[in-house]
Each structure stands twice: as structure tokens, then as C-alpha cells.
């Protein structure tokens, strides 16, 4: 009988109970994408939809565009972020996000599985069934692990909240919609025209 290998083995997450890290994660064969948060697990059941889509493009060449020739880099989701809070082992690690665009300006966090460590800078656009992981939890843990800027996007209100660390906790903007131009303090130069940016949302 033929020996089964370790990373033949699969075993299915249970997203109601468990405790869940980095370790079980990279056994799983999912064809949608999965989260972490604090050991439990978030799966994604559908793909975003076409407005989502459409404003991570648009904010993917902005700040791809923007950040030629920068230190800093975007990477949109798919892609793996394990928040650590000082963890070093894999089987000690209890989040990995998947946000829809990180900017990442240590390049020492950067390795072939994605970004060990908080990114600069999070972009999370809501979608019907996210909203509470994407202004709760990942608000608490993004804030914990020292994410400096968390941009928080509403599709349908065509709104922005940029969340910005201050001794260590948040100090979010006002709504933030049409007409306004948006700047990110860790990235000095960079401006975003949301009139631009929702006026495509047809």
C-alpha cells in the first residue's frame, strides 16, 4: 500500500468551529479564495462582482502607475498576507488576508508566498456578505498588526473612509465621495480624483 505523503493529506476547514493557521492553510485546495482571521475561517462563496472588479482595476493602475520607480509596490488579491503579531513559525500564525489591494514599501516582507507582515497600506472594497469582516474584524486586526492606512471603499454609496494610524489606533476621515481628492500620507504625491474614480461605476 502506497504511503500517503504530507501534502497529499487534505482535511476540510469547519468555518462555524475550529481553530484554524497559516500551517492548515497551505494544505487546503480550495478553487475559491479563504481567509484567516484569528483562526477562523472566511471563505468566499461567489466572485466579486462586476463594480467591485471594475474599481480594483481602476485602483490597481493608479497606484501601479503612481508607484513606478518607487520602493513601494501593489499587489492586488489574489494575495497572501500573513499578519504574524510576531509570530515567526507558520503553525503559530492565525491570520492570512487576502485584501483586494496591498502597497508594500519594505521590500523585505516580500517572498514568494506573498507579504509576511502588515502592509503600508490596505484597500477593502465592500460587497453584499463582506461588510462585517471587511469595517469589523479586519479593522480590529489591521489596526493590532500596524497597518498604516486602511481604505475602506462602498461600491453603491460611493463612498471612502481612510483609516489612518495615530498611536496606534485609527482615526478614520469623513465620508469621502465625489467631488473630493483623495491624498495617502504614507505615500506623499499620490492623489486619487473620486469623481474619477466612481463616475465609471455604471
Not at 492548515?24 to 475559491?32: R, V
Not at 483562526?39 to 462563496?45: A, H, I, L, N, P
Request: hydrophobic share 35%; proline share 6%.
Amino acid at each position: 500500500m502506497k504511503e500517503e505523503n504530507e501534502a497529499d493529506r487534505f482535511e476540510e476547514p469547519i468555518e462555524t468551529y475550529g481553530h484554524y493557521t497559516y500551517a492548515d492553510y497551505l494544505t487546503w485546495k480550495f478553487e475559491s479564495m479563504a481567509e484567516i482571521i484569528r483562526g477562523k475561517v472566511y471563505r468566499m462563496t461567489a466572485a466579486p462582482g462586476r463594480l467591485h472588479q471594475k474599481l480594483a482595476a481602476h485602483l490597481t493602475t493608479e497606484f501601479y502607475q503612481f508607484l513606478k520607480g518607487h520602493p513601494c509596490q501593489v499587489y492586488p488579491a489574489p494575495f497572501d498576507v500573513r499578519l504574524t503579531l510576531g509570530a515567526e513559525k507558520n503553525e503559530d500564525i492565525y491570520t492570512v488576508v487576502q485584501p483586494d489591494l496591498s502597497v508594500i514599501c519594505d521590500v523585505k516582507k516580500l517572498d514568494d508566498a506573498g507579504c509576511i507582515g502588515p502592509p503600508d497600506l490596505i484597500v477593502e472594497i465592500l460587497s453584499p456578505g463582506n461588510n462585517r469582516k471587511d469595517v469589523y474584524l479586519k479593522y480590529n486586526i489591521y489596526e493590532e498588526s500596524g497597518v498604516k492606512e486602511y481604505w475602506v471603499i462602498h461600491p453603491h454609496e460611493q463612498t471612502l473612509v481612510i483609516n489612518s494610524l495615530v498611536e496606534g489606533r485609527y482615526l478614520p476621515s469623513r465620508f469621502l465621495t465625489s467631488g473630493d481628492i483623495v491624498e495617502s500620507k504614507i505615500l506623499p504625491g499620490f492623489t486619487l480624483d473620486l469623481s474619477l474614480l466612481f463616475e465609471d461605476l455604471v
